[in-house]
């Protein structure tokens, strides 16, 4: 949580007492879920013995040498590891949550240990039905819900890490590499700038470079998100970790290691997510205020007793000061925040928004910037028929049947498009012989005794074949709309054309304007070309675009917005968006994208609908209201109960707290900041 704080190994923070975060991720699954395996057996160890000290407490049995026993492995082998960090913040003059926890919980356990042990040296008035009154269930429940937090704090960051390491493993672990002995394979961390390396269809890309020899198709949509396959000839760019789709060429090394693009992004994504979320900020400012405080006050109540307090003095300055303690445990404090994140992030859950964490739905309400991308977050991702036009007198469904059949044997984004709108319509594909991809152009087959075209115009050109003056018109305005045109030929005749693009999603309009409603200024950033970002931006009234865009760069232009003083979310879907979801005050994923895209947002929209955003900004400001509204009852009993605890009131009207009303009031304030967060169950969105 402190980037300030190195350490050479796995531990926690002495300024937080947070769990440290790996500077870099680890390959390996396990290691990135290790951290919750720990807290988890610890939270069910608690939980197990937890359960029956607050059975015999509630049940009125008195079976106190069996609570102190339960209680003891709960708190000091189970929640071995808390007690170490509120140390490890005294020894560090840093005192922080834990420290808290560490006091509160110790002060109950004492003063029931010294009550099992030594019960003579109380007063008859302290007792109840001859039992004097003992807090072990207190302080055994707070640690298992303390542990419980931080178990699911520590998933949620696993899950983070193995996002990040399924992203490591884009990149192939060897290449081919040519030099003056020939071709050989090697491991690609023996790949050095300016080697020669040859890339089979099928391959992906190992190291960041241009191509020497040959011409490709490659899917890049790992890096841009686009799923239509780029054309690459000589000196074009190649990235490592994308996929070689069809025919083999030389490339040249340009670079390696940390150096590649795919790299740098697993980096960017693992350095913003070290970060310190600001209610952690407050909690701290507030513990290193009120700790000292709460020590302060009891230490001055049990020195007034002892002087001018009735007989015993000690043992009733003892007792008061053990009550100023337990009231001033931080259970509501505790509860204050994650009780009301928890109920408002289920209660986002319920409508298909998911919340990660409290920082996302803390700043969600002050959001005034939304950048999002393109495909799949306001497009549908996928390359799709948009229309068909066919030369007189051959149909539609013709042309549709006769582009399916020759696209069976291919295997490109644009070919699965095709098949799927004549699967949609019900239209049989032909037997078809001797199927050819010819690179960069198109397919060819033989199709009942004539030749069966689909492409490009490169491919008319190759074939030397014309074209209607209707069907070209048709193609340069259909072109104009940022779609891509494919030529069906049969024979020698063009009989018609096909136009592919990745569909604007039916919501996003209606999204968009609800955004405008709400204030906020859109940005969409793409990877695609100028002519589709245009056409996009112009259809849906966003306020500014940017084309061409890597990821790399996205996460620049989140970082000048957020210059300018902008609170930006970022909406995206795809490992192209990763970086820019990372960086971005509110990250917001869409539930079909990438898995390192979901775990580097905040909030994830199940369904993909921006109409979602809206909500969950709604759902951010009840939720923010309801945390401080939660904070004040936790406050107020503290404010109010200490001072009576101390024994404030007792030389007016002889009032005192003894610990076991301590213990009710302290209960009480948890219960008054847990009924008031479940309000958010009720509340209309």
């Keep these: 949580m402190h980037p300030e704080i190195l350490r050479d190994k796995p531990g926690p923070c002495p300024i937080c007492g947070m769990d440290l975060e790996p500077i870099k991720p680890s390959q390996d699954d396990s290691e990135a879920l290790r951290e919750y395996h720990t807290w988890a057996k610890r939270f069910w160890l608690a939980l ?29 082998w189970a929640g071995a590891n808390l007690y170490v ?34 019960p003579q040296i109380f007063p008859d008035s302290l007792k109840m039905e001859g039992y004097l009154p003992l807090y072990f269930e207190s302080a055994a429940v707070i640690i298992t ?26 990149s192939p672990k060897r290449a081919r590499r040519i030099d003056s ?70 490339m040249l090394a340009e670079k390696v290691g940390s150096e590649t693009l795919l790299a740098q992004i697993v980096d ?34 049990f020195a007034l007793w002892s002087l001018w307090g009735p007989q015993p003095r000690f043992i009733n300055a003892f007792v008061y000061a053990v009550s100023v303690l337990i009231i001033a445990c931080p259970c509501a404090l505790g509860l204050a925040t994650p009780i009301s994140i928890i109920v408002g992030v289920g209660r986002a859950a319920q409508i298909g928004i998911l919340i990660k964490n409290a920082e996302a739905l803390e700043k969600l309400e002050k959001v005034t910037t939304l950048v999002i991308d393109k495909t799949g977050t306001l497009t549908e991702g996928f390359p799709s028929i948009t229309d068909i036009i066919s030369k007189e007198p051959v149909t539609s469904g013709k042309v549709l049947q006769i582009a399916a059949s020759v696209e069976q044997g291919s295997e490109h984004p644009l070919s699965k498009a095709i098949l799927q709108e004549s699967k949609k319509k019900k239209i049989n594909t032909l037997a078809v012989q001797n199927f050819e991809a010819i690179t960069g152009m198109g397919v060819k087959a033989n199709l009942e005794n004539t030749v069966a075209l689909v492409g490009n115009q490169a491919l008319l050109k190759k074939f030397q074949l014309s074209i209607a003056q209707y069907l070209l018109e048709s193609a340069q305005k259909l072109e104009s709309q940022a779609k891509t045109v494919l030529y069906v030929v049969e024979g020698n005749d063009v009989i018609g054309l096909l136009a592919v693009a990745d569909d604007v999603k039916p919501t996003s309009k209606e999204a968009i304007e609800g955004l405008h409603k709400l204030g906020l200024h859109i940005v969409m950033l793409t990877g695609d070309n100028e002519a589709v970002a245009e056409n996009v931006a112009h259809d849906l009234n966003i306020d500014e675009y940017h084309a061409k865009v890597n990821p790399l760069e996205k996460g620049l232009w989140i970082e000048r917005l957020k210059e300018q003083g902008d609170i930006v979310a970022m909406a995206g879907d795809g490992i192209n968006d990763a970086v820019a979801l990372a960086k971005a005050d509110v990250g917001i994923a869409m539930g079909t994208g990438a898995g390192v895209a979901l775990e580097s947002a905040g909030v994830t929209l199940v369904h993909g609908d921006l109409k979602m955003i809206a909500r969950a900004i709604l759902l951010s400001h009840l939720t923010m209201r309801n945390i401080w509204q939660n904070l004040f009852f936790a406050f107020i009993y503290n404010c109010l109960g200490i001072p009576i605890a101390a024994g404030l009131l007792y030389p007016f009207w002889g009032i005192t707290l003894t610990p076991m009303i301590a213990g009710v009031a302290m209960s009480f304030s948890s219960i008054s900041v847990l009924l008031n967060a479940l309000r958010l169950k009720k509340v209309s969105i």
């Design 48 to 76: 197990i013995f937890t359960i029956p000290v607050v059975i015999l407490a509630m049940s009125g049995l008195h079976y106190p040498k069996i609570q102190f026993l339960l209680t003891t492995i709960v708190l000091f």
């Design 85 to 118: 960090r509120a140390w490890t913040s005294v020894i560090n003059r840093s005192l922080n949550m834990f420290s808290l926890i560490g006091l509160g919980t110790l002060s109950a356990y004492v003063f029931s240990l010294v009550a099992l042990i030594f």
């Design 145 to 170: 819900l303390v542990l419980l937090g931080q178990m699911l704090e520590a998933r949620a960051r696993g899950k983070t890490g193995m996002a990040l390491s399924a992203l490591i493993k884009e």
């Design 181 to 250: 002995d020939g071709e050989h394979e090697v491991n690609i961390d023996e790949i050095k700038v300016g080697d020669h390396l040859r890339v089979l269809s099928g391959e992906k890309i190992p190291v960041d470079g241009a191509l020497l020899e040959g011409q490709s198709h490659v899917d890049e949509s790992i890096i841009t998100g686009e799923a239509i396959s780029i054309k690459k000839e000589k000196t074009d760019k190649v990235i490592a970790g994308t996929m070689n789709l069809e025919g083999s060429f030389i």
């Design 268 to 301: 960017m994504v693992a350095k913003a997510q070290r970060t310190l979320p600001p209610i952690q900020r407050v909690a701290d400012k507030v513990s290193r205020y009120f700790v000292p405080a709460v020590i302060l006050v009891a230490l001055v109540t």
